[in-house]
């Protein structure tokens, strides 16, 4: 079960270039019952092997652009810790509705995506790298607070505001939750937050799937999968939403 779920996570975020937590975090608490703070920790733990496995891939298409990596990096490693703190100190059930909440605006930037790539611009020289710089620090509490890979926030900024292209967005989004999900996941590991015995079932299907994932994305389109991953995002954000009472 647990290589199973690790293999899932992999497989979604080989192909949309995300951490996999939007699909491992409800797994770990729905079918292993592991606490919602405790499935974040554990799910950005898990997210540096995804970012390994999944750079790699990428990175043999030629779909990674390593100085924007490093640039997203730097202030990501750094907020990601904050987010850590503050997820440990947050009550479950306020922890629980901020993940539903979470999922919907992902789910509304999946859909929205082919609309707002319409609406891109690229910028250049040092607003390139304020607009990177940006990025980084949102997304590394996010990250770091949600115990996902933050791609949701990268992916978009890279494409829509950098002028990337979508997988090469995907690949250097992989690569950043490397040295960001490090981070994060050492500031869980000090509290406590991280199920290490999940780990050893966790990242052997991480890596098998994100390989996979990552290879079909170059020859797939993502309108389909796009659609049915949304789908499914919301209705898992409802689940958690209805369960606090919202």
């Known amino acids: 079960m647990i290589l199973l779920i690790g293999f899932f996570a992999g497989v979604f975020g080989g192909l949309f270039g995300v951490g996999g937590g939007l699909v491992m975090i409800p797994l770990m608490v729905g079918?292993?019952?592991v606490t919602q703070l405790r499935a974040h920790g554990t799910s950005l733990a898990a997210m540096v092997f995804v970012g390994i496995s999944g750079a790699v891939t990428y990175a043999l298409h030629g779909s990674v652009d390593f100085l924007a990596s490093i640039i997203l990096a730097a202030p990501a490693m750094v907020t990601?810790?904050?987010g850590a703190r503050h997820a440990t100190f947050l009550p479950e059930k306020?922890?629980?509705r901020s993940f539903g909440?979470?999922?919907i605006i992902v789910s509304g930037l999946l859909f929205l995506k082919p609309v707002l790539s319409r609406l891109a611009f690229s910028a250049e020289g040092w607003c390139k790298v304020l607009v990177l710089l940006a990025a980084g620090a949102l997304t590394g509490f996010l990250s770091?607070?949600?115990?996902?890979?933050?791609?949701?926030?990268m992916i978009p900024a890279m494409m829509l505001?950098?002028?990337m292209d979508q997988h090469t967005a995907q690949g250097s989004s992989l690569m950043t939750m490397v040295p960001m999900g490090i981070a994060g996941a050492l500031t869980h590991i000090n509290y406590g937050n991280v199920e290490t015995r999940l780990l050893w079932g966790l990242v052997p299907g991480v890596f098998i799937g994100t390989y996979f994932g990552g290879t079909a994305a170059h020859f797939l389109t993502d309108g389909t999968l796009r659609s049915v991953f949304g789908v499914m995002v919301i209705w898992t954000a409802l689940r958690y939403l209805k369960g606090t009472g919202t």
Do not use: N, P, Q, S
Not at 144 to 153: L, N
């Open 101 to 103: 909440i979470f999922l």
């Open 144 to 153: 770091g607070m949600m115990g996902v890979g933050g791609a949701v926030v």
């Open 94 to 96: 306020r922890l629980k």
């Open 80 to 82: 990601a810790h904050f």
């Open 31 to 33: 079918l292993l019952k």
């Open 161 to 163: 505001l950098v002028g």
